[in-house]
């Protein structure tokens, strides 16, 4: 529910219906010839239950007031005008959405600095298994609030179960940077509670819960950004805009530097102090016995190596993969697809050497190199985090031409899901492409881990005339997570 600044705007809105309507139409005017119809207003202020409503309420948005007046209000069919609507849209730009934060590991800290300066966001719950890192971070935002306004803030709310946060019915939206292995189950969650969603990438553990998650927000009309975020920067937007208006000629291959997959867990148990529910850090995965690498207690500045481990991710294939093979879908045009054949290295131990071909013949290397590097019949174009070139280097001086493949920009990834979320438009890394990309991902740590060579569909999301790959599409979760997706 989306927090007003002005509540006191909704007499506003009362005058704008008056006006707009005709106190004869509505029926409440007991005397059109009174100064401005004065009483009319009143009667219809009542008459909504505005008044009870905000004695009880005081986040009651216009949206909310508007929908009841348009409703419930009057017993004739009602059609408001489209300048009433437009009042409506831009009264709506002085809301807060509000935002609820599920997992505050590393990632989910940064992302925390990132959302609560925002002037459209109110930061209300955090979410954490650790009791050190959920009260840390109850905290910090409470002490920003405080700080911003000049007294005392304790708005913030501390659970360590997602489910508390999700049955709140005043939050719109949740930021979740749990571990890979939760992405599914939260965000399927969240969509179903009729919440916004901005999950950390990858998207999911594995190619059936992407899609999972695609159905999710797709069945309940949600605003999903994935947090692929190179999306968001101009080097990366910048590559992939010269390479699909043809700079570079036709692409013949490209080459993608991430590290190698992940391998079954061999940790051994160690002593766990209190404050960690760790069958909850666990959820869907195989129970095991506590170790620090995987959950660092308390508040810690790296990110856990949980990350190199299956039961939980899917190495670096997934962890930068889902940014840099991210960016080798959008630059070829494949956000909605994806290869249709996948070839492991000849030696089953290397960790490189990957080969992808897409439809159209382009070959993709899972190979050494500086993120990523398109080669074309006519040049090559190599891009990173903070690193671009071009060769030869008129590819990125001479404009564009006539007509020109422009692709969505975005020049801050947080402010792009805030947008979406008051446009209802689909965000700059909708969870689409984010599920095509970390499925990129998951075919190669396919192919690594059993050395096989794998025909794909990406249509249909199967493999071609392989039964057992296709039992390796998701995996059997824990009881009680088991019915969760």
Not at 204 to 227: W, Y
Not at 266 to 284: A, R, V
Not at 444 to 456: C, D, E, P, Q, T
């Amino acid at each position: 529910m989306m927090v007003s600044d002005n509540s006191g705007s909704m007499w506003k809105i009362v005058g704008i219906l008056h006006k707009s309507l005709g106190c004869h139409y509505l029926g409440v005017c007991i005397d059109s010839g009174a100064d401005k119809c004065h009483q009319s207003r009143v009667i219809l202020y009542q008459k909504l239950n505005i008044q009870n409503a905000m004695s009880n309420r005081t986040d009651v948005s216009r949206r909310h007031f508007l929908k009841a007046a348009s409703t419930a209000a009057f017993a004739a069919p009602l059609i408001l005008p489209s300048h009433l609507w437009a009042a409506e849209a831009e009264s709506k730009a002085n809301d807060k959405i509000v935002f609820g934060f599920i997992g505050t590991g590393t990632q989910g800290r940064h992302l925390l600095n990132s959302f609560l300066p925002h002037p459209g966001v109110q930061v209300v719950a955090v979410c954490d298994v650790d009791e050190k890192r959920r009260l840390f971070h109850q905290k910090k935002v409470n002490d920003f609030y405080s700080a911003k306004s000049g007294k005392e803030y304790s708005g913030c709310a501390v659970y360590s179960d997602f489910r508390d946060v999700l049955a709140r019915k005043d939050i719109d939206a949740v930021v979740i940077a749990a571990p890979d292995h939760w992405h599914g189950i939260l965000a399927v969650a969240a969509a179903n509670a009729g919440k916004d969603i901005y999950c950390e990438k990858p998207l999911s553990l594995n190619i059936a819960e992407g899609r999972a998650m695609v159905s999710a927000a797709r069945k309940n009309n949600r605003v999903f950004q994935t947090g692929s975020m190179q999306r968001s920067s101009s080097e990366f937007h910048k590559a992939c805009e010269l390479v699909r208006n043809g700079r570079i000629g036709k692409i013949k291959q490209v080459i993608v530097d991430v590290g190698p997959s992940s391998k079954w867990c061999d940790l051994p148990e160690e002593t766990m102090e209190p404050g960690l529910n760790w069958d909850m850090w666990l959820g869907p995965s195989p129970m095991r016995g506590y170790n620090s690498i995987l959950s660092p207690r308390g508040v810690h500045q790296h990110f856990p190596d949980w990350r190199n481990y299956r039961e939980y991710s899917g190495g670096m294939m997934t962890d930068w993969g889902a940014h840099h093979f991210d960016i080798a879908q959008w630059g070829l045009g494949m956000d909605n697809s994806g290869p249709v054949e996948i070839i492991p290295p000849e030696d089953p131990k290397a960790t490189k050497g990957l080969r992808y071909i897409y439809a159209n013949g382009v070959e993709m290397i899972h190979g050494n190199g500086n993120g990523v590097t398109f080669i074309g019949e006519n040049g090559t174009i190599q891009v990173n985090r903070g690193f671009f070139k071009a060769t030869p280097v008129e590819i990125e001086k001479e404009p564009l031409g006539d007509n020109p493949i422009k692709l969505y920009k975005s020049t801050n990834h947080y402010d792009d899901f805030v947008k979406a979320i008051r446009s209802r438009q689909k965000p700059i890394c909708d969870v689409e492409i984010g599920c095509r990309s970390v499925t990129v991902c998951h075919l190669g740590n396919l192919a690594y881990w059993n050395h096989r060579k794998l025909k794909w569909d990406p249509e249909k999301e199967q493999f071609i005339g392989d039964a057992e790959a296709n039992t390796w599409l998701g995996r059997k979760n824990r009881t009680p997570w088991d019915k969760a997706i």
